[in-house]
């Protein structure tokens, strides 16, 4: 499927602009744990994927981009001045990445472009990202920049923050741009200091099952938590005056402001405090090729998402209890919830039988259909 797609990419650029140019491509992302945990200051566990984003790229010797979407059939064209912002959504991360790369002393030039990609818009992947980190790899290949992996990240994060209007933390970039074949990146949110991680899952696979629904409850509901997390960290500080993030904090420094804080800001900061180390717990798991250990952390993740912070919805729980009562190792909501996918870690002589099983029930209690991605981790950002 993938060469298919890069071979169409090819014809539709040298159809376009009567030349060659080369290839580049990034990946989408999982997350295997640690969910709510980046804006608190803690960690997040994610890999690179085999679902990527990518793009054939030549200086065109002008100061305007020349860039076509092939999955979307559209064209755009806009010069690199402030002034100059698209009109299309998609068009915008490329513009904003160039405009960032501008900001940070090192200006691009024109340059003609097509993009593609096969990974699952709205599947919580990040394609956003993943688009992100391939152009910007690609400028920084083709113009000589000079910019260092976690910087291209940087330049993506600050994209969705001043050109596409989301206020995301850096996990979705960093993973793009720095994924390793067989590893998951344990990133300190706080520092932005990362270590891989071993993630040869032998005899497991690892799919995604899509709800295929999105409770629009989920940006007022993520500023929400945001919020109580920050009005726990408030009121520990005042007795704990080194606490500037959830991630600071401890379970008992919690249970000291327990009767200062509204009930459901503890339980929130409860949430956020346990998932950091069962993050921790898991990764010291897959150091030691401990899968059953790491399930177990992941079904942990899945019952405070739900119970304690809330961001889960019947069709999310549905496919996380029918992973349980499956024998299902490990499972749960990726991402911010209220929709979107489940992240399940298999038994290779189960996995079918589980599709199958979930499918089924799913349709029967739904109506329609989950969707299923296989996932494999994958290598970051690279020249093709």
Request: hydrophobic letters at 35%.
């Amino acid at each position: 499927m993938v060469t298919m797609d890069i071979t169409k990419l090819r014809e539709k650029f040298k159809s376009l602009y009567g030349t060659e140019g080369v290839l580049y491509t990034s990946p989408g992302r999982v997350n295997i744990i640690g969910e709510h945990t980046d804006y608190n200051g803690g960690f997040v566990l994610p890999g690179a994927i085999d679902k990527a984003m990518y793009c054939e790229i030549k200086p065109n010797g002008t100061s305007k981009v020349r860039a076509f979407a092939l999955d979307l059939d559209e064209s755009c064209e806009f010069g690199l001045e402030e002034a100059d912002k698209p009109q299309q959504q998609w068009a915008c991360y490329i513009f904003g990445v160039c405009r960032e790369m501008a900001k940070r002393g090192k200006p691009v030039q024109g340059f003609d472009i097509v993009i593609s990609g096969d990974v699952p818009l709205g599947a919580g992947m990040s394609s956003s990202a993943a688009l992100e980190s391939c152009v910007g790899f690609a400028l920084n290949d083709q113009f000589d920049l000079k910019f260092g992996r976690m910087e291209l990240a940087l330049i993506g994060q600050a994209t969705e923050h001043n050109y596409c209007g989301v206020k995301c933390g850096i996990m979705d970039q960093f993973a793009s741009c720095n994924g390793k074949e067989g590893y998951l990146m344990q990133l300190d949110c706080r520092s932005l200091d990362f270590k891989y991680v071993p993630f040869n899952p032998k005899g497991y696979k690892v799919v995604l099952l899509n709800t295929c629904v999105t409770h629009n409850l989920a940006g007022g509901e993520y500023n929400l938590r945001r919020a109580s997390c920050e009005r726990v960290v408030e009121a520990i500080a005042k007795r704990h005056p080194e606490v500037k993030l959830l991630r600071d904090a401890d379970l008992a420094m919690l249970e000291e402001v327990k009767n200062e804080v509204d009930p459901v800001d503890y339980t929130r900061a409860e949430f956020v405090i346990e998932e950091i180390q069962r993050l921790l717990d898991a990764c010291s798991a897959m150091e030691k090729d401990d899968y059953e250990t790491v399930g177990k952390k992941m079904y942990g993740t899945h019952e405070g998402l739900s119970k304690k912070y809330e961001v889960s919805c019947p069709e999310l729980d549905f496919l996380n209890d029918l992973a349980k009562a499956s024998g299902v190792t490990g499972s749960r909501v990726m991402g911010g919830g209220f929709g979107g996918c489940t992240i399940n870690l298999v038994k290779a002589e189960l996995y079918d039988s589980f599709v199958k099983k979930a499918i089924e029930a799913y349709e029967k209690q739904f109506g329609f259909k989950p969707k299923v991605y296989d996932v494999v981790i994958k290598d970051g950002a690279r020249k093709l």
